[in-house]
């Protein structure tokens, strides 16, 4: 009997890889016997970064032994709070980006892209939680709507080049490896106010209801879509999906507080302004009904995925530093985005 190999893995590219997403996906990848390369793009320069992404992706394009390419666009230097022009250089490169990666195409090759964008930021203003897939996109900040300037930016290349797209609108991630140097990621600016003893600002209500994705799970969901993506799309007709990547599970922002106080044994200091966030609402609960089967893996559990958060900034914090070893020294958090 002749047995059949399984095909060898396309080649992927993360961009994105130093950030949380992007290292966890970059793991990912390896655990599953992919060849992957995350590259360090200088995102301070549009020009510079263009350059090397157009570079990475020529080259990644004429690897692939069979055609077969993919791509885990993990980036994103905005947040909640960042002003428009900033985000609008942010949706030009990405645009240019798509322009080259078209140019570096060759007749034999098909890709799949993973974009990582926001539900929080896309459906702020939408009507009637839990969203779905099927909820009416309403940002109410420029983040959200340059997601979504990105979103058909990259639609719009799978049209013209028959490639196929994981539109990926993530909850709230968390985990060990987050950026601390960024207003975000309330789980682990708690964990280090706690450390450091500090008084962290709140802007937003204690019923606050957000989805919190542990960061590890949503990688592998995403390393799952893109060895998926050929054939949902030869199964469904569309080239294009968009997926809500989520836990499925609404926590407020008084529970996660409860949290961070039982794994330290003491009551957080916090400091409450008075005065509400832009771009932030009461009840960002979600669902999602697109390729539900995606999903169904063992999920962290909250409690456990915020120790695992914990005793990576303790660790750091133990060494003499506030952030991961492989981050930035933080800056002064004026805001949590809690997005």
């Known amino acids: 009997m002749t047995s059949v190999l399984p095909a060898a893995k396309p080649p992927t590219l993360v961009v994105g890889g130093g950030g949380l997403l992007g290292r966890h996906v970059h793991s ?4 599953s016997g992919a060849p992957v390369h995350s590259v360090n793009v200088p995102w301070h320069d549009p020009v510079a970064s263009r350059d090397v992404l157009r570079s990475e992706l020529t080259t990644l394009v004429a690897s692939a032994p069979d ?3 993919n ?4 980036a994103g230097a905005g947040i909640v709070a960042t002003p ?7 949706v030009a490169l990405f645009r240019e980006v798509l322009t080259d990666l078209r140019a570096a195409l060759r007749p034999d090759t098909r890709v799949a892209f993973f974009f990582a964008s926001s539900a929080g930021g896309v459906y702020a203003g939408s009507a009637d939680p839990p969203f779905t897939e099927l909820s009416e996109p309403r940002p109410l900040v420029a983040y959200g709507k340059a997601k979504l300037e990105m979103e058909e930016a990259l639609t719009a290349f799978c049209a013209e080049t028959g490639s196929v797209a994981l539109l990926g609108r993530i909850t709230n991630l968390y985990g060990p490896g987050q950026r601390l140097s960024k207003p975000q990621g309330l789980v682990s600016q708690l964990c280090l106010a706690q450390l450091r003893g500090t008084p962290l600002p709140v802007w937003v209500s204690f019923d606050t209801i957000r989805d919190y994705l542990y960061v590890g799970d949503c990688a592998e969901m995403i390393v799952d879509a893109l060895d998926g993506l050929p054939e949902h799309a030869r199964r469904t007709g569309s080239n ?3 997926k809500i990547l989520a836990a499925g599970t609404g926590v407020t922002l008084s529970a996660v507080i409860g949290e961070t106080n039982r794994i330290f044994r003491r009551r957080a200091r916090l400091r409450i302004p008075g005065a509400g966030a832009p771009g932030q609402v009461r009840d960002l609960r979600v669902r999602s009904v697109v390729w539900p089967e995606l999903g169904h893996r063992p999920q962290t559990p909250f409690s456990v995925g915020v120790r695992r958060t914990a ?3 303790a660790r750091t914090y133990a060494a003499g530093t506030s952030a991961p070893s492989h981050q930035h020294q933080p800056t002064q958090v004026s805001e949590i985005s809690i997005r």
């Open 28 to 31: 990912a990848l390896e655990r």
């Open 84 to 90: 428009a022009a900033e985000l609008e250089t942010e």
């Open 311 to 313: 005793d990576d900034i």
């Open 240 to 242: 294009v999906v968009v």
């Open 71 to 74: 791509v885990a666009w993990c």
């Open 67 to 69: 055609g077969r390419v």
